[in-house]
C-alpha cells in the first residue's frame, strides 16, 4: 500500500470476495493488509531450499503473474498432518494431499494456517503476487493487560488458554493472524492467539 498499490490489491480482494463468499461462506468478512512478489528461476540459490510453512494469515492469495512456456516444477504441496496437535509439523511426501499445479492470470487461495510449500522449479521462470489477509472482527480488540479466554470454537484451542483457563494478554504485533500474545496468570507460560478467538473478561 505505502508504494501505491493499494488499488491492485482492493481489486484483487473485490474479485474474490464473491468466490470466497460461496465457497467459504462460514469464513465471514475480511481485508487484504500485506502483500509481497516471488520470482523463482533454476539455480535460484533458495530453489532447492524452500520449507513447509504456514502463514501470517487468515486467508492467503497466490496469483501467477508470469510463467514461461517451458516451465516446469514450481507446483504447490498442500499437507495435512496426522494430528492437528502443538508442534506436529507433517511431513513429505507422506502427508501431501495436494498438488497445485499454476496457471498465468489464475489465483489459489487457502487458509494461513493449511501446511504448504512450493516445489523446487526444474525449467522456466514463475513468479506470484502473495496476498494476505485477516478476518474483519467488529468486537473491541482486546488490549495490552486485559484478562481474557477463548471464545466458543476458537481456531486456536489449545495453548495457555486451553479448557476454559484466564489468561492475561502482554503484547499485541497488531499485524500477524495471531497477534496476540497471552500469558497464564502465574506469568510462565504464553501462546499466541488471533483477533477472533478471545474475548475479555473482569475476573479470572
Not at 22 to 45: C, D, I, K, Q
Not at 154 to 165: F, T
Not at 174 to 181: A, D, E, I, T
Amino acid at each position: 500500500q505505502d508504494c501505491g498499490f493499494e488499488p491492485v490489491l482492493q481489486a484483487l480482494q473485490d474479485a474474490c470476495r464473491p468466490i470466497i463468499a460461496a465457497h467459504m461462506p462460514s469464513l465471514g468478512p475480511f481485508e487484504v493488509y500485506h502483500a509481497f512478489l516471488t520470482r523463482n528461476w533454476v539455480g535460484r540459490e533458495e530453489n532447492a531450499t524452500f520449507k513447509m510453512h504456514r502463514d501470517r494469515s487468515d486467508l492467503t492469495f497466490n496469483l501467477c503473474l508470469h510463467m514461461s512456456e517451458d516451465c516446469e516444477g514450481s507446483t504447490v504441496g498442500f499437507y495435512v498432518p496426522d494430528s492437528e496437535e502443538v508442534g506436529q509439523t507433517p511431513t513429505d511426501p507422506e502427508h501431501r494431499r495436494l498438488t497445485y499445479r499454476h496457471s498465468m492470470g489464475h489465483v489459489v487461495f487457502h487458509s494461513g494456517y493449511h501446511w504448504h510449500k512450493t516445489d523446487p522449479i526444474l525449467k522456466g521462470t514463475r513468479g506470484s503476487l502473495i496476498a494476505w489477509a485477516r478476518l474483519v472482527d467488529n468486537r473491541p480488540r482486546p488490549k495490552v493487560g486485559d484478562l481474557v479466554k477463548l471464545v466458543p470454537n476458537p481456531r486456536v484451542p489449545d495453548g495457555v488458554l486451553a479448557n476454559g483457563a484466564v489468561g492475561v494478554l502482554k503484547h499485541d504485533d497488531g499485524v500477524s493472524r495471531r497477534p496476540f500474545q497471552v500469558y497464564d496468570l502465574e506469568e510462565a507460560q504464553s501462546t499466541y492467539y488471533g483477533c477472533a478467538d478471545l474475548e475479555v473478561v473482569d475476573e479470572p
